[in-house]
């Protein structure tokens, strides 16, 4: 279990407590009370209606597609799909929510439990196996937007995004480092982004992440007072904002002040948090059942129309790739990290054969990923296709070039469209065909033995290094288009 040490004025152990909320902005294309339309990047207060502008005699709708999104995220995490929910008004006056109250779920919310498993890079490199369970996911409607950069000694308030439909997912205080956090972050925006149920940008505010964080001395049971950083729109950003947050709670606390349970936000600039205010409890809402809304009843049969139309989820498909392709439980998980990437590497397999599964999963996680983020793109806008990868490891299998040659020269190529990134064209263009005449190697190495043959004798006197020189001769006779494999057993053989 992480464990921070602090050796300040005392050597006290801590440990970090960390529960995440996530909003979650549903695609659905219009709002979840009003049926207006939505899309970012509209000029300021085009897209307002009159339900979030809480005009007299408007009346609150629910959006169907909104209530499937819920559902089927609730089944990706196995949680409880609640047969009966109930929508809350949520009051508190801010200048971005018109009708003072938010119109969301309390009591009774429409996804109840789940969990979710994902991987976590250790200290040392290592990974190892993390599952939270999650409390929660509920249906609610997006506040609007305060600006401020425009706006000299002004705020301009921009009604654009009330109303979208959000779920807002919570965790159990299960996450024991800022390492952690992210990782569950990292993996529930795949799971939304491969379910279709949001687009996942981030810079958009599609996205967005709360972080409750608190300490506690090792071994104790009881959590400490928690902070909650608000409005989180990067993963790095939550880490930062964590591990800042860990330290200040440590350094408050081992030099006598108490924690004050409160609402901070992060400055990107200088890397801190900040009180924003003192943090609300749920009674500082006033809850209670909006009288506009009818419950909302999901009956079973909803419920297996919307599982039977569900694609087949990560955590299945690393399974099956462990099966079906005995790829490890690490590259399953990498290769699964996004749907595209997943269906790039089943498209290469496809083509290639199941014998070149691994293969094509280490050129995913390797060579391609490498010119992925050196370009800043996704596996989608790759310049190859997977058919044109599956030839280059067909080519490597066959012995028509060697995998360093193919990473070398050909792959560079390929990318760079040479040839339309055919690989058979670019070894037949750049002459970097393997050498396949038996024969003409063997009379290739009869000549490096005659020509070397001091090297001979310390290899047959015992040292190894001595074959390892005469192996750099023949390659370089060959000027690389030697099998090395082949190079190495006619070798020995000669050698005896």
Known sequence: MPVRIINRNTAMQWEVVIGLETHTQLSTASKIFSGASTAFGAAPNTQASPVDLALPGTLPVLNKAAVERAIQFGLAIGAHVAPLSVFARKNYFYPDLPK????????????????????????????????????????????????HEDFAGMTGIDLNRAGTPLLEIVTEPDMRSAAEAVAYARALHSLVVWLGICDGNMQEGSFRCDANVSVRPLGSTTFGTRREIKNLNSFR??????????????????????????TVLFDPDTGETRAMRTKEDAHDYRYFPDPDLLPLAIEPAWIERVRAGMPELPASMQARFVSQYGLS?????????????????????AEAGEANAKPAANWLMGDVASQLNREGIEIDAAPIRPAQLALLLKRIADG??????????????????????????????????????????????????AANAKSVEEYRAGKEKAFNALVGQAMKATKGKANPAQVN??????LG
């Open 329 to 349: 439980a690490y590259d399953a998980s990498v290769l699964t990290s996004s749907k595209a990437l997943a269906g790039w590497f089943e498209a290469v397999v």
């Open 237 to 262: 950003f939550l880490q930062q904002a964590i591990e800042y947050e860990v330290q200040w709670q440590i350094a408050e606390i081992e030099d006598g002040r108490q924690i004050q349970q409160a």
């Open 100 to 147: 003072g109250y938010q119109i969301s779920q309390y009591e009774i919310p429409v996804v109840q439990g789940g969990s979710l498993t994902f991987q976590v890079e250790g200290r040392k490199g290592e990974f190892y196996e993390k599952t939270v369970q999650l409390t929660r996911a509920h249906l609610e409607e997006d506040a609007g937007k305060s600006l």
């Open 400 to 449: 028509t070039v060697s995998n360093n040659t193919a990473k070398k020269d050909v792959f560079p190529a390929m990318w760079a469209g040479e040839s339309g990134g055919d690989a058979d064209a670019i070894i037949a263009a750049k002459g970097l065909k393997q050498m396949s005449d038996t024969g003409e190697l063997e009379k290739i190495i009869d000549d490096v033995l």
């Open 489 to 494: 057993a006619l070798l020995k053989q000669k």
